[in-house]
């Protein structure tokens, strides 16, 4: 069965640095999400892309935060200037078309550990 | 803005059925969710209800009430393996389309 894959796994980094995360989504989908889930919490919607745009984005999402599908597979999440409280596992997903039916498929999501 | 509640954590014992309930407020609703994560893992996607009523997968069932804004997913004679956190998730519809946002997550432990 198809997959969403996501990398690294784990991300150590320092306070300030910047980091991109990277997803693949399946490769049939249209409609790209990322979430994050602090440890312990729930999770959390950070921002939905469709047509390369920003289709939704939630208060979490400032402007240290932005996406990119910088080619046909790859959908990126990019945190300048990483605080402690940005410490969580990230987690991206697809659907294949927006109706409201369609489940979300998650990636197994890359942990962000910022010192 | 949208909430949803839903009971922190559940204990039952293997071969049981188990209840979880969900209550959500919001505007633009569509339907009601539920995932399965297990520790260090990913959502999984369990059941979607659009509409009233009950939807069977297996020992899975999930039941949507929208006039009172209420829902429950059902889990019938439990495995040790169901032992994970459970995500009610609203679909709702903003301006730019639609939007997953989940609940706090219930976290169940079956116990032999």
């Known amino acids: 069965e198809p997959e969403v894959t996501q990398t690294p796994s784990h991300q150590v980094t320092q306070m300030g640095q910047e980091v991109i995360l990277r997803c693949v989504p399946i490769?049939?989908?249209?409609?790209f999400y990322w979430y994050r889930q602090i440890l312990g919490q729930k999770v959390e919607f950070l921002v939905s892309?469709?047509?390369?745009?920003?289709?939704?984005k939630s208060e979490i999402f400032d402007d240290q935060f932005s996406v990119e599908r910088p080619d046909g597979s790859n959908f990126t999440l990019k945190i300048r200037s990483t605080k402690l409280e940005d410490s969580a596992m990230y987690f991206c997903?697809?659907?294949?078309?927006?109706?409201?039916?369609?489940?979300?498929?998650f990636g197994n999501g890359t942990r962000l550990t910022v010192t | 803005g949208q909430s949803l509640e839903q009971p922190s954590e559940v204990t039952a014992v293997e071969g049981a059925i188990v209840q979880i309930n969900c209550t959500y407020q919001t505007s633009g609703f569509y339907g009601l969710s539920w995932y399965q994560q297990h520790d260090g893992g990913a959502p999984t996607f369990l059941s979607y209800?659009?509409?009233?009523g009950l939807e069977e997968t297996g020992r899975f069932s999930s039941f949507l009430s929208r006039s009172d804004s209420y829902g429950y997913l059902l889990l019938q004679e439990l495995q040790m393996k169901d032992s994970a956190s459970y995500f009610c998730?609203?679909?709702?519809?903003?301006?730019?389309?639609?939007?997953?946002?989940f609940g706090a997550g219930t976290r169940l432990f079956v116990k032999a």
């Open positions: 997903a697809s659907t294949d078309r927006e109706a409201s039916v369609s489940p979300l498929h």
């Open positions: 998730a609203v679909r709702w519809r903003g301006a730019g389309g639609f939007k997953t946002i």
């Open positions: 490769s049939n989908h249209l409609y």
């Open positions: 892309f469709y047509n390369n745009e920003i289709s939704e």
């Open positions: 209800n659009g509409l009233d």
